[in-house]
Structure formats: C-alpha cells, structure tokens
C-alpha cells in the first residue's frame, strides 16, 4: 500500500522587534525567493503575504521534513537574503520563533483568502490582535512574555 498524507500548514512569524522592516516595494521578489527555498524542500506553497513586520505562508510540509527544521532553513536562508540585497536596509532579523496551525484540506480556501487580504485585515487590527486571536482559536496557551 502506498503513503498518503495531506499537511497543510499556515506559519506566520514576525520581524526582529516587530519592526517595519519588509518594504511592500519588494515584497513580490521576497515572496518569490520563499516559494523557490519551499519548492527545493519538496513543499507546495499555496498562499504567501504578509505586512511590513511579519509574513503568513500556507504550504504542504514535506513529510520528511520535521517543521522546527523546516522554520529554521527559512528564516536563515530569507534573513540571509534580506540583508544581502540591500533592498531592506533596516532589516535587522526575524523574530525568535514563529507559530503553525494545521488545517484540513476543505478549510484550504479559507486561509488562502484570509492570507491574500492581509492589507485589509490589518486596516482593522494589529498584529499582535491577530496573533493573539489564532492562537485563541486553535486552544493554544499565550505566554505573555512575547507580547509587550
């Protein structure tokens, strides 16, 4: 019998001292240097965007890959990229850590859609706000100490 699986994550993970570092002028090329580390990782990414201070992703995990890797290939190899392109210049890092919600695959629009109106969403709240009610959401615990 053959393996099946269907993994669908949503991450989401902020800028060093959610500082407005990720410039919207150069998102596109930044969303696209994502998509090609998520593909040479055997990873399907659906959805990507973000604000100036975090990024949202919505991908199909490679099996073998173990997300705590998978989070740390991403952000060294995109923090790496930031700062060597000189199109970021007060970009300073990510954040320690990062939060993933597993979705099943009927629920795979909805996310899409709510990454894709990120702009709007946070006309409306902070992130903060939207953090806290994900986590809240998916009967995750806050630890204060990484809200200011």
């Known amino acids: 019998m ?8 949503h991450v989401v993970f ?24 998520l593909k ?9 965007n973000g604000m100036e201070d975090h990024i949202h992703i ?4 490679n099996p ?11 952000k060294t190899s995109t923090s790496l990229w930031l700062k060597q392109t ?15 919600f597993t979705y099943a695959w009927k629920d795979k629009e909805m996310i899409v859609n709510y990454i894709k109106h990120q ?13 806290r009610g994900l986590l809240k959401e998916h009967g995750i615990e806050i630890d204060e100490k990484y809200f200011p």
């Open 86 to 100: 000189g199109k970021f210049p007060e970009y300073a890092g990510w954040a320690e850590g990062y939060a993933a």
């Open 58 to 61: 919505l991908c199909d995990l």
């Open 14 to 37: 902020r800028t060093k001292g959610g500082r407005k570092t990720l410039l919207p002028d150069h998102s596109k090329e930044l969303y696209a240097y994502f998509s090609g580390i």
């Open 119 to 131: 702009q709007g969403h946070h006309k409306i709240e902070s992130f903060d706000e939207e953090l």
């Open 64 to 74: 073998i890959i173990a997300l705590a890797d998978f989070m740390r290939d991403i």
């Open 2 to 9: 053959s393996s099946y699986r269907q993994i669908l994550y």
């Open 40 to 48: 040479s990782k055997g990873c399907f990414l659906y959805c990507i």
